[in-house]
């Protein structure tokens, strides 16, 4: 049977990133719920507790969401008109930078890298510049938003960079803990929060997709609210995310009988 674009559910564009951070709200409740009653003698998560369903359930309708609503997604070519002048994508970018910064200022402070052994000053040192220079470009990345020009394609890679040494610090740290629903959701924000990233840098050389991009932000921002509470780096992150979605809309203006203005995925 031949399922076409057309006959499936459609859900508004605009609304998309609202419903994600709704699903990740009301998910962010239900594990606050879980981690307060679904607990046995021994202070363990108890695998299949009725508030850990619904948090499973919740997640499989986000993503549904997601795929249902970046399937027939479409928008323009140029750059300037996927990302104009924004004052909230801007101010995203300047506190996801307040959040790598102070990343940064911990790191320096704890000195821990991810793969301790005889290069560790190397390696700490190394952890920390990266986070100080994707503080640097979140934030120049924020300026050239709010003028609605091309920022430089390594800002966002420093960017893609830093969300990947958290993903990398987070599995380094809770790796030992056998309780995946205390931590998965982190981990899996952390990894959409790196795509997000990458097809941002994408953007950049003129290679990017809206459907990638919509659809790893969206994942981004559920699970960035989902981990809420877990610490500013994912609200600021979840904030960064829903700001910084391209623009679908596309430019109106006169065109020649049988000339069509170019569109991308």
Same mark, same amino acid.
């Given at each position: 049977?031949?399922?076409?674009?057309?006959?499936?559910?459609r859900i508004r564009t605009r609304m998309l990133p609202l419903l994600s951070a709704a699903?990740?709200?009301?998910?962010?409740?239900?594990?606050?719920? =879980?981690?307060?009653i679904g607990t046995d003698d021994a202070g363990l998560?108890?695998?299949?507790?009725?508030?850990?369903?619904?948090?499973?359930? /919740?997640?499989?309708?986000?993503?549904?969401?997601?795929?249902?609503?970046?399937?027939?997604?479409?928008?323009p070519a140029a750059y300037r008109a996927c990302f104009p002048r924004s004052v909230?994508?801007?101010?995203?970018?300047?506190?996801?930078?307040?959040?790598?910064?102070?990343?940064?200022?911990t790191h320096f402070r704890t000195g821990a890298p991810i793969f301790p052994g005889f290069l560790t000053p190397v390696l700490s040192f190394l952890q920390g510049a990266v986070m100080v220079l994707a503080a640097a470009a979140l934030v120049l990345t924020a300026l050239?938003?709010?003028?609605?020009?091309?920022?430089?394609?390594?800002?966002?890679?420093a960017i893609c960079a830093y969300f990947a040494i958290q993903m990398l610090t987070l599995y380094q740290a809770r790796s030992f803990d056998?309780?995946?629903? &205390? =931590?998965?959701? &982190?981990?899996?924000?952390?990894?959409?929060? +790196?795509? +997000?990233? =990458?097809?941002?840098?994408?953007?950049?050389?003129?290679?990017?997709?809206?459907?990638?991009?919509?659809?790893?932000?969206?994942?981004? /921002? =559920?699970?960035?609210?989902?981990s809420a509470a877990s610490g500013f780096f994912f609200i600021a992150g979840g904030i960064w995310a829903f700001t910084n979605l391209s623009n679908l809309r596309r430019p109106r203006q006169r065109k020649a009988i049988g000339e069509e203005i170019p569109t991308a995925e």
């Open positions: 049977m031949n399922l076409s674009l057309s006959r499936l559910p699903c990740g709200v009301a998910g962010l409740l239900l594990r606050l719920l =879980y981690a307060a998560l108890i695998p299949g507790h009725p508030a850990w369903i619904c948090v499973c359930l /919740v997640s499989v309708a986000a993503a549904a969401i997601a795929v249902l609503g970046v399937l027939p997604i479409r928008g909230s994508g801007a101010a995203g970018g300047v506190l996801a930078g307040i959040s790598a910064l102070a990343a940064a200022v050239y938003r709010l003028q609605g020009q091309k920022p430089p394609f390594l800002s966002h890679v056998p309780q995946l629903q &205390e =931590y998965c959701f &982190e981990l899996f924000a952390c990894i959409a929060l +790196t795509m +997000t990233a =990458y097809q941002l840098a994408a953007f950049d050389i003129g290679k990017g997709s809206h459907r990638r991009l919509w659809a790893w932000g969206l994942a981004a /921002v =559920y699970l960035c609210c989902l």
